[in-house]
């Protein structure tokens, strides 16, 4: 007892005050008075909970109430005795009855909005004392049931941010509804005579703040803007009269807000706050929804961007506030990227720091690493990223932080950890702020208001209060790190990693003399060159000279610029590429803050630029994928073909119209073309992985793309469905898996009419207008270029036979009349997108004819003779000319050997039926076909070549098949792939290589076909 009595003491406990309740309770429920010492002892404030206990029995006229307590229900009441007196004050206004208050607190489970306003209903019809009374009384019981529930662990912090927030709009519904029935008694109703017929003028509530997002706190003030449809007609008439939209409406704003605010007898609802509303306190209190979407386009700032972010209707017309919602959208979440988005923030942010000073220790909400650092990071991600990816424009910062993290726009781990940060600080709010219901979110000063408040989160013993500190420094600490990394850390980057010259020699460049020989002595081979490049940076274009800002962005970024340029493969090529597409996008000033503060992003596309110019080129074509580049999931390097469908068909879901669809498509695979070169030129993708995710993209790009002419020739031609089914076969490179970047896709058609003849008619017509529909949408140009190139000449009966063909159609044209190249060609053949059934049958098709029989002598020799032709009249090599596909001992030397052992051996060896050139190697040396040193000759000599080809490709941006050796440098390329010595050595040293694996490939191509065509294996 000793110890216990000390404890009570140290919180301020009288022993014998205690004592004399416990005698008194004894003789009624002596359970409850022999429970009363631990019972008071284990909550956060004994002290308190005693004079609450007090009360609450004074108040119910004696302990009747306590003998109805299970002893769940005993803890629950100790609890809430001992950490809220605003709570307990709801309690004891319930008088005898508080005992059966409190089961109910503890027997319901959660409300929704909609409950909570089915349960206020009857009161929207009484005057307005009758009403502001219950509405209060309801608020009251329902603050009772939430904040205990929260203080027992039964609510989850989510948890409790939901139900507030859920309380709060019911309430809105409420005021709504009341509101608006006096006024129309009033004034009559607002109504609207056009198109969509009589109908009322609508009007909504949008929840913004942490109300949008359903996170409220205990205390929370709850933002809204009030918006209504027209200014247009006149209320149909009341006992007042009648009266314009614009007052009408304002009035019923003003009704709404009372309702919820205005102290009465009874206490208020919630605190309402209309400073986000358009103009801020100098504006209407309600707008029209025109004039609002006028004034954000023409005057909207950063911090409006971050309100609309959560915005949502909370009561009135759904309809017109997810109308204004999406009006409203381009504003938010603008299309290409705003990089001084970060800058606005920062200075947001600043300003709170500089108004909080040394008070910022123990503010959960506004100190350094605070709940508002953590809003910070995840809008600022949310408005960079959320122009072109739809799935991060969410509501509430626990559900966006597990969309950023699951997108990649933040790290797993980084992602996790803010997230449990954010579960604590706002916790750590929630129990300051529930003890008086004050709008405070700072940790108390005294001692021993600290100690009860770590008592109240869960810590106990002598050291509770040090070791909430503890936790409290290290999550701060998680939040500042994160904060200062996206806010401040990239711009101190830039400057550590920067030329101390560099920013003189910016100041010197309109002097050729002093700065030329400077440009040559940095290692630039065209000084000259360079000097003009670098002008055109400083200065911009004449048509869009610099301003005196971007001339400060452009010093501040100069040195780290410059020095990236001079490590870069190609410096003179990166310089040159930089310049031009610094003018091409404008010269904005935000593009280089972008790169300020955006290290990464400043090395990643010098690069790039020095030594890919396929990649150059994109960006000079497309300057709006600059907001790719910054775009985190550049760094997940394998992407799984549902992952891609997933993005694309979240993305064309937020197209307008078909229009629209065709430039979505064509945006995702140029930044998906990105991701992969990039990847390719950093080493981390593997020839065989760059051409896997390749085919991937395609694939994803082709399944879009055939929803797409699915929907839209329904559409255009009223079919409710399609009669049959449809599959799409992949043929060639994108069949086996094996893509360039500057592939064809080569596709077959196939359907079934599943029909009778009348059917099989129609089926046919209108496949072929849906197959005509999905190649223009992928091959045709729009604003945004093209997304792939078909070919369809490997179809039954080729450029002749019909562009779809049926699967009878199909398997009879393989039967009677398909030749041996094109039975060689289905090899690769794989379906991609249609009906599995069919798909399953096309396949069954294809394998049967395909491996029905191995090749004869004849075979062999017609698949050779097909080979000299391509290498005759398609390669047509000299000394000096080179084809590094069709020539001799190219890729087809490699491709064509191997699928004459395909069709030899595959109709017995079911393993060597692969589609992918590499894998089939592998499964022909398996099986004992090819021994291992042919197997490595022909396996090695492909991936070399295929090598070289993706390095020329990247670096030049033009066909390689067909090269003149004194037209090309392949310098950058060879020391890529390993080749020492300067750019001209390891260039020569590419060449003798290469031309060694081209014969050796060769010798093993002969040497295979010679013993096939003999009968020798």
């Known amino acids: 007892m000793q110890p216990l009595r000390q404890e009570l003491e140290k919180f301020g406990v009288d022993p014998q005050r205690l004592g004399k309740l416990k005698q008194i309770l004894r003789a009624n429920v002596p359970d409850f008075a022999d429970a009363l010492y631990d019972g008071v002892a284990d909550v956060p404030d004994p002290a308190m909970a005693l004079a609450n206990l007090e009360s609450l029995l004074d108040a119910a006229g004696g302990s009747r109430g306590l003998k109805e307590l299970t002893v769940e229900d005993r803890r629950a009441l100790f609890i809430l005795l001992g950490s809220s007196p605003s709570l307990c004050v709801t309690l004891t206004a319930a008088g005898p009855s508080w005992a059966e208050l409190l089961k109910e607190c503890l027997r319901i489970d959660e409300h929704d909005a909609a409950r909570h306003a089915a349960v ?44 507030l927030s859920e309380l709060a709009s019911g309430l809105f519904v409420a005021c709504y509804n009341w509101a608006r029935d006096r006024l129309r008694e009033d004034y009559g109703e607002m109504r609207l005579s056009d198109r969509e017929g009589d109908r009322d003028n609508a009007f909504v509530v949008l929840a913004m703040g942490k109300l949008g997002g359903g996170e409220l706190n205990f205390s929370s003030d709850v933002d809204v803007v009030y918006l209504y449809e027209s200014d247009v007609g006149l209320s149909s008439g009341g006992v007042r009269g009648q009266i314009e939209p614009r007052a009408f409406f304002t009035k019923l704003a003003e009704s709404i807000t009372r309702a919820m605010q205005e102290v009465t007898p009874a206490g208020f609802a919630f605190r309402v706050d209309l400073r986000l509303r358009p103009d801020g306190m100098n504006g209407p209190i309600a707008n029209s929804a025109a004039n609002s979407l006028l004034y954000y386009e023409s005057y909207g700032q950063t911090w409006e961007r971050t309100a609309l972010i959560q915005a949502r209707p909370t009561a009135g017309s759904t309809a017109l506030g997810e109308r204004f919602l999406n009006d409203v959208r381009p504003f938010v979440f603008r299309r290409y990227l705003d990089y001084t988005t970060v800058a606005d923030m920062k200075q947001m942010k600043a ?78 709010e929630h129990k300051i702020q529930i003890v008086h219901q004050r709008q405070t979110h700072a940790v108390p000063k005294d001692a021993r208001d600290q100690e009860t408040l770590a008592r109240r989160l869960g810590y106990r013993g002598d050291d509770a209060a040090a070791r909430f500190w503890v936790d409290l420094e290290r999550q701060t600490a998680i939040v500042r790190r994160a904060f200062e ?45 360079a000097q003009q490049s670098l002008l055109l940076l400083r200065d911009g274009p004449r048509s869009a ?31 040159e590429n930089m310049a031009t597409f610094v003018s091409s996008v404008g010269a904005r000033t ?138 799409v076969i ?68 080729g ?51 395909v491996y029905r029989a191995p090749l004869t002598r004849d075979d062999v020799r017609e698949i050779r003779r097909l080979r000299f032709r391509m290498e005759r009249e398609l390669a047509r090599e000299t000394q000096g000319h080179v084809n590094i596909k069709t020539g001799r001992g190219g890729l087809v030397d490699v491709e064509f050997v191997t699928q004459m052992l395909q069709l030899r051996y ?78 001209a050595a390891a260039g020569e040293a590419l060449w003798r290589e290469f031309a060694q694996r081209r014969e050796t490939i060769r010798a093993c191509y002969d040497r295979w076909f010679d013993r096939c065509e003999s009968g020798a294996v």
């Open 730 to 797: 992949a043929m060639g490179k994108l069949g086996g898996g094996e893509l360039n970047y500057n592939s064809d896709l080569d596709l077959i058609f196939v359907y079934d009419e599943g029909g009778d003849e009348s059917a099989r008619v129609m089926a046919h017509e209108r496949f072929t207008k849906i197959v005509q529909r999905l190649i223009t949408i992928l091959q045709v140009n729009t604003k945004e270029g093209l997304a792939y190139r078909i070919d369809t000449r490997l179809r039954p009966s």
């Open 120 to 163: 206020l209903a009857p009161a929207w019809k009484l005057p307005w004392e009758g009403f502001a009374e219950q509405l209060r009384r309801y608020r009251h019981h329902e603050y009772l049931r939430i904040g205990l529930n929260d203080l027992i662990g039964r609510y989850s912090i989510e948890r409790t941010v939901q139900q």
């Open 485 to 529: 990394q996206l806010f401040y850390e990239p711009a101190a980057e830039t400057q550590r990693v920067g030329d101390a010259t560099a920013e003189q020699l910016i100041r010197i460049l309109d002097d050729g003399e002093a700065s030329i020989p400077r440009l040559r002595e940095l290692g630039f081979a065209q000084p000259e060159s």
């Open 906 to 983: 595959g109709t017995e060896e079911s393993s060597v039926r692969s589609r992918r050139t590499l894998d089939a190697l592998v499964a022909l040396g398996t099986v004992g076909v090819l021994p291992e040193s042919d197997q490595r000759i022909l396996i090695d000599g492909y991936q070399f070549i295929r090598r070289v080809e993706h390095g020329l490709r990247l670096a030049y941006d033009r066909p390689v098949e067909d090269l003149e050796r004194g037209d090309i440098d392949v310098g950058v390329v060879a020391r890529r792939m390993g080749f020492a010595g300067d750019a």
């Open 590 to 727: 935000s593009f280089l803050v972008l790169l300020r503060e955006n290290p990464g992003t400043l090395r990643m596309m010098v690069e790039l630029f020095g030594a890919s110019q396929f990649l150059a080129n994109s960006f000079l074509r497309h300057p709006e994928m600059l907001d790719s580049l910054v775009r985190a999931d550049l760094v997940r390097v394998h992407r799984t073909l549902v992952d891609l469908c997933e993005e694309l068909d979240s993305l064309r879901a937020g197209a307008s119209d078909f229009e629209e669809a065709l430039d979505v498509l064509r945006r995702f695979r140029n930044q998906e073309f990105l991701r992969i070169g990039i990847n390719d030129l950093q080493g981390l993708l593997e020839p065989e992985d760059v051409a896997a995710q390749l085919a991937l993209l395609a694939e994803a790009c082709v399944r879009c793309a055939a929803k797409l002419a699915t929907e839209e020739v329904c559409a255009r031609y009223g079919w409710r469905s399609l009669s049959g089914r449809f599959a």
């Open 799 to 849: 450029r002749s036979g019909p562009l779809v063909t049926s699967l009878d159609g199909f398997q009879h044209y393989h039967e009677e009349s398909a030749q041996l190249w094109e039975r060689q060609a289905l090899i690769k053949a794989r379906p991609i997108t249609g009906d599995p059934e069919l798909i399953q049958a096309v396949e069954d098709v294809i394998e049967t004819f």
């Open 351 to 428: 300003r709170v720091e500089s108004e909080l000073g040394a008070k910022s220790r123990g503010n959960v909400k506004l100190g350094r690493g605070g709940v508002r650092e953590i809003e910070f990071v995840v809008q600022v991600l949310q408005l960079i990223n959320g122009g072109r990816d739809e799935r991060v424009r969410t509501r509430g910062t626990l559900n966006t932080l597990r969309r950023l993290t699951a997108c990649r726009y933040l790290p797993e781990g980084e992602g996790v950890a803010l997230a449990d940060a954010y579960r604590f600080l706002r916790d750590v």
């Open 545 to 575: 000279p610099a301003s005196p800002r971007r001339r400060k962005v452009l010093y501040d970024l100069a040195p780290a610029l410059l020095a990236c340029i001079r490590q870069s493969a190609n410096p003179d090529l990166a310089l």
